[in-house]
């Protein structure tokens, strides 16, 4: 099979048909070039629908509460409901092993002022765990910790660019920013990837927030994340189960949707999931028609090209070729021109997603690129695929008796 | 006449016997009839004989030496090549017992037009799997007896007829075979041609290969050892003669 002889005969056979070789090339590697960058833009557009998700936990749940819209149990409509920090224990003790972190959200406006620099900023006050659930990071100091919640500890942790406006060149870290008339120590300062106004919060413990501005116990909002090991399936029920347990809790009706009101991706990403899984099956069966239309071409210029031999391919058996010779130097060709053609149609597609890059953003399309294991698969394709356009005019091949083959005509 | 092939068969009772053919029947199926070309032939080739198998085309010569040379299967009888049963082979074997014992001269030569004429010889050695090297040298070898060492490097298109046949020898010599079988080596040459193959293929008789010569030329056959007539399927006249030598001619 590897033996040189072998190769330098059917390099032989391939040079003296040229045009016929770079034919049936031609067609399998613009299958593989149609199926490379079909398959790269499908990912492309894979990466720009992950994007919208990625500045925050993507299995997160928003849990909000609003207005009534109707009666309900003897109470009258336009009630406003009001999360509590109780609500936090609330959740967690009712669906046990499926909350990653929770966290409430408080929200109030302040002027923060260090020095003589002022600014208003919009203070967020949260639990520890509103950093795994915001991906916040850490750029110096720490986060808000669990002690800092049980001591309502008048700590902050202050954004890039609340630190660059007040505190100019110097090091926020360990300083107090004076905020509506009291001192606040600055033990952290973070960045995040969703954009200016979330470097220009102010994080705090909602404990604190919660004795300072109100003295009460309430929270504008509860973030959650699930557990991970669970299915976008199950993710919605337990969504669901949040917004049920919150209607029964307040005396709401089931079919009011004002008043409680929970959102989680975990139904955009199934539905942006179904999409893709649709556009990417469809790019699929695109892509595989190429290849075989390409598989079929070399099979097709394979027949000819023994039929063409056939009295070729008669002296070579009447000099005691034996079939599986004919076989395998059929076969060997057909791979070869598929595996060489193949992976220049692989190459050039690579190279055409590499320089189409981030220019098709426009048309959600983000870095396009084919991955190692798509590749692979390209490549054992490739080889089934030459071994299969080459197996039935090699067949004919063996089948090919001298004596027909040599008859003077 | 049955008396003349008992004494030929007695003037060669000590010499061996390269091929020996008992009864052999061959039949071919055309649509609903079926043709019988080869009504019961019964032949002993000894080895070194140069025989020259003639007959009109229908008469079965060409049937003959297509079975001789395993191109095509006997329907009954006996085939001895070598003291090898011949018989059921399968197309692995076919291949196998051409390579070793058989070489093929052709009507019209049958090179493979894109390889050089030492490609061509040597192509049989590269199915015996012999080395690179030794291929090259054999073939040269090859070449240079039927001399052509000049034209190692041509390809067929480059060559006249003759030399394309002296070609075709070298190379159904390459593979040191038992036998030589030739179907209608000068038919596609001019008289002179084909008195210089002739020549060349006396040469090689007269080193001792057994050689076959289907042929339908009178000329040519004379210049063997040995006439079969074939007519309508059976052997009707086998006779030694006088050798003429081609080298008269050219």
Request: hydrophobic share 40%.
């Amino acid at each position: 099979m590897f033996s040189k002889d072998r190769w330098s005969e059917i390099f032989q056979a391939i040079g003296k048909n040229k045009l016929r070789t770079v034919l049936s090339g031609f067609t399998v590697a613009l299958g593989i070039l149609i199926f490379t960058v079909l398959l790269g833009m499908g990912n492309g557009l894979h990466n720009s629908f992950l994007t919208s998700f990625v500045d925050d936990a993507q299995n997160i749940i928003f849990v909000r509460t609003g207005e009534t819209s109707k009666a309900h149990k003897g109470f009258q409509e336009g009630r406003r409901l009001q999360l509590k920090s109780e609500d936090l224990a609330f959740i967690e003790d009712n669906n046990i092993g499926k909350v990653e972190y929770i966290t409430p959200r408080i929200y109030r406006g302040t002027l923060a002022r260090y020095k003589k620099e002022s600014g208003n900023y919009t203070i967020r006050a949260v639990s520890a765990d509103h950093q795994h659930l915001e991906k916040t990071i850490m750029m110096k100091g720490r986060y808000l910790n669990e002690d800092d919640v049980a001591e309502r500890s008048k700590n902050i942790v202050i954004g890039r660019l609340v630190e660059k406006d007040l505190f100019k060149n110097e090091d926020a870290l360990g300083k107090y920013l004076n905020m509506d008339g009291m001192a606040y120590k600055v033990i952290g300062v973070f960045q995040d990837s969703g954009g200016d106004n979330e470097e220009r919060l102010i994080y705090m413990s909602y404990t604190t927030v919660q004795l300072l501005f109100g003295n009460n116990d309430h929270l504008d909002q509860i973030n959650l994340s699930y557990n991970m090991a669970m299915s976008t399936d199950q993710a919605i029920a337990f969504a669901d189960k949040i917004e049920r347990d919150f209607k029964q809790k307040f005396n709401v009706a089931p079919d009011d949707q004002s008043a409680v009101r929970v959102r989680s991706f975990a139904e955009d990403i199934k539905e942006t999931m179904i999409i893709l899984g649709g556009i990417n099956l469809v790019i699929f069966i695109v892509g595989i028609g190429t290849l075989i239309s390409g598989v079929i071409g070399i099979g097709n210029i394979m027949t000819f090209a023994v039929k063409e031999r056939t009295k070729e391919l008669g002296i070579r058996k009447a000099l005691g070729a034996s079939p599986r010779s004919i076989v395998s130097m059929i076969l060997q060709e057909a791979m070869l021109i598929t595996v060489v053609a193949g992976y220049l149609g692989l190459l050039i597609g690579i190279v055409l997603l590499r320089a189409i890059g981030n220019n098709l953003e426009d048309f959600f399309i983000l870095n396009p690129y084919v991955d190692t294991g798509i590749v692979i698969f390209a490549t054992v394709t490739l080889i089934l695929a030459g071994l299969f356009a080459g197996y039935v005019p090699a067949r004919r091949a063996a089948k090919i008796k001298p004596i027909i083959a040599l008859r003077d005509e | 006449m049955e008396n003349k092939d008992a004494n030929a068969f007695t003037l060669h009772s000590n010499v061996y016997d390269m091929i020996e053919i008992k009864d052999l029947h061959k039949s071919y199926q055309m649509g609903s009839n079926s043709l019988h070309v080869l009504k019961g032939i019964d032949f002993k080739v000894a080895e070194g004989e140069l025989v020259a198998i003639m007959g009109s085309s229908g008469s079965g010569k060409s049937t003959l030496l297509n079975i001789l040379g395993m191109l095509d299967e006997l329907d009954s009888g006996e085939y001895h090549l070598d003291d090898v049963a011949i018989r059921n082979l399968n197309e692995t074997k076919a291949a196998k017992y051409r390579n070793k014992f058989l070489g093929f001269v052709f009507q019209s030569f049958n090179l493979i037009n894109y390889k050089s004429a030492l490609e061509n010889v040597a192509l049989p050695l590269y199915y015996q799997k012999k080395k690179r090297k030794a291929r090259q040298k054999k073939a040269l070898e090859y070449l240079d007896k039927v001399g052509l060492a000049d034209w190692a490097t041509h390809l067929p298109s480059e060559l006249s007829g003759g030399q394309k046949q002296r070609v075709a020898i070298a190379r159904a010599l390459a593979a040191e075979p038992k036998v030589l079988l030739a179907d209608e080596p000068t038919g596609a040459l001019d008289s002179t041609t084909s008195y210089e193959v002739m020549d060349i293929i006396q040469a090689i008789n007269d080193e001792g290969k057994t050689i076959l010569v289907v042929t339908h030329e009178e000329d040519i056959a004379h210049m063997c050892k040995r006439i079969v007539h074939l007519k309508d399927g059976v052997i009707v006249e086998d006779k030694k003669i006088e050798q003429v030598r081609a080298s008269n001619y050219v």
